[in-house]
């Protein structure tokens, strides 16, 4: 059965009001770098900073994998000191999450003695009266070195004791070769009208599409508007938990972060009176046994577990009906 409600547009109430929420998406990136950014690399945990000369003669510091000029890859590494001066820089007052220092610092344009080009780094001087361009710093190695810009902990106000020691444990190590960098970016979301009412829906157990008037099409999750008119879909209409397999995977292959063991089934389902399909997992059924059109299920889990996501629904399962004929989901393919 379908229930569709509209809301009134002159009065709003509070289930009528946007939901918006803290949105962090992360994720580690790991991938080979190369002999340029690996011997880059390899000199910080070294306590060394590695640039490139170019075609042009100039030492370019981080070293770019190709001349500006040439085109041609850049082999000519040359070593240059952990001092450097102050071409510009700028106040943090305050730092946020995942910055390299937690309290205020500066950011630096900072051309070490030897280089011909700046490099972008937190420079720990305490105030910024103490800061000004043309001042000189050096590098604070980090206690541990590992093969990353991080090698560079900060910078410090002054001339540093002179060495062209390196880290001889580090040195008798392999080149570094892979690098794994934490991808994350951080916002405040504000759902949609529609988008707020299939959530809300969601935390109650309920899955609520939305059209943009009766004999319309109904969209799950809804959109904002029909891509067909344009016009928006406010119409809320109360979907059943049952629907059709109309496509799917058999995945096979393991990932960094998979939490079910492969072999498992990902399918689109269309659920009855929706016209578009969503992605969505497929459980206890054997996946040489999964088909287009197979009836199934939504499997939830505890209402305390509950929120307002899709994830509320654990899984779909076969519901053991027969199968849909395809005249009901070809053009949902």
């Given at each position: 059965?379908?229930n569709?409600?509209?809301?009134?547009?002159?009065?709003?109430?509070?289930?009528d009001?946007p939901?918006?929420?803290?949105?962090?998406?992360?994720?580690d990136?790991?991938?080979?770098v190369?002999?340029?950014?690996g011997g880059?690399?390899?000199?910080?945990r070294?306590?060394?900073?590695?640039?490139?000369?170019?075609?042009?003669g100039?030492?370019?510091?981080?070293p770019p994998?190709?001349?500006?000029?040439?085109?041609e890859p850049?082999?000519?590494?040359?070593?240059v000191?952990?001092?450097g001066?102050?071409?510009?820089?700028?106040?943090?007052?305050?730092?946020?999450?995942?910055?390299?220092?937690?309290?205020?610092?500066?950011?630096?344009?900072?051309q070490?003695d030897?280089?011909?080009?700046?490099?972008?780094?937190?420079?720990?001087a305490?105030?910024?009266?103490?800061?000004?361009?043309?001042?000189?710093?050096?590098?604070?190695?980090?206690?541990?070195?590992?093969?990353?810009?991080?090698d560079?902990?900060?910078f410090?106000p002054?001339?540093?004791?002179?060495?062209?020691?390196?880290?001889?444990?580090?040195a008798?190590?392999?080149?570094?070769?892979?690098?794994?960098?934490p991808v994350r970016l951080?916002?405040h979301?504000s759902?949609?009208?529609?988008?707020?009412?299939?959530?809300?829906?969601?935390?109650e157990?309920?899955?609520?599409?939305?059209?943009?008037?009766?004999?319309?099409?109904?969209?799950?999750?809804p959109?904002?508007?029909?891509?067909?008119?344009?016009?928006?879909?406010?119409?809320q209409?109360?979907?059943?938990?049952?629907?059709?397999?109309?496509?799917?995977?058999?995945?096979?292959?393991p990932?960094?972060?998979?939490?079910?063991?492969?072999?498992?089934?990902?399918?689109?389902?269309?659920?009855?009176?929706?016209?578009?399909?969503?992605?969505?997992?497929?459980?206890?059924?054997?996946p040489?046994?999964?088909?287009?059109?197979?009836?199934?299920?939504?499997?939830?889990?505890?209402?305390d577990?509950?929120?307002?996501?899709?994830?509320?629904?654990?899984?779909?399962?076969?519901s053991?009906?027969?199968?849909?004929?395809?005249?009901t989901?070809?053009?949902?393919?």
């Amino acid at each position: 059965m379908v229930n569709s409600t509209a809301p009134d547009v002159h009065h709003i109430d509070e289930r009528d009001k946007p939901l918006t929420a803290p949105l962090n998406v992360q994720f580690d990136y790991t991938r080979s770098v190369g002999p340029t950014i690996g011997g880059f690399l390899t000199g910080l945990r070294d306590r060394r900073v590695v640039g490139v000369r170019g075609s042009d003669g100039r030492v370019l510091v981080p070293p770019p994998e190709f001349d500006a000029v040439t085109h041609e890859p850049l082999t000519d590494f040359v070593d240059v000191e952990s001092v450097g001066t102050v071409k510009t820089w700028t106040w943090a007052a305050e730092p946020i999450d995942g910055q390299p220092l937690e309290h205020p610092f500066a950011w630096a344009f900072v051309q070490l003695d030897g280089a011909d080009s700046a490099i972008l780094h937190a420079v720990d001087a305490g105030s910024p009266e103490r800061m000004s361009t043309g001042m000189r710093v050096h590098i604070r190695w980090a206690e541990q070195t590992t093969g990353s810009i991080l090698d560079i902990a900060c910078f410090e106000p002054g001339e540093a004791e002179a060495s062209s020691e390196s880290d001889s444990a580090a040195a008798a190590s392999e080149p570094v070769t892979m690098i794994t960098t934490p991808v994350r970016l951080q916002f405040h979301h504000s759902a949609s009208y529609e988008e707020s009412f299939y959530l809300r829906g969601l935390a109650e157990g309920k899955l609520i599409g939305g059209r943009t008037h009766q004999g319309a099409k109904v969209y799950i999750p809804p959109r904002g508007a029909s891509p067909t008119d344009g016009l928006p879909t406010r119409e809320q209409v109360e979907l059943p938990d049952k629907g059709t397999i109309t496509t799917f995977c058999i995945v096979n292959v393991p990932f960094l972060g998979q939490r079910i063991k492969p072999p498992y089934i990902a399918a689109y389902v269309l659920l009855d009176g929706a016209d578009i399909a969503f992605l969505h997992l497929i459980l206890d059924c054997d996946p040489a046994e999964v088909r287009m059109g197979m009836r199934v299920e939504a499997v939830w889990k505890p209402q305390d577990q509950w929120g307002f996501t899709l994830e509320n629904i654990d899984h779909f399962r076969p519901s053991g009906e027969p199968d849909a004929e395809y005249d009901t989901y070809k053009n949902h393919l």
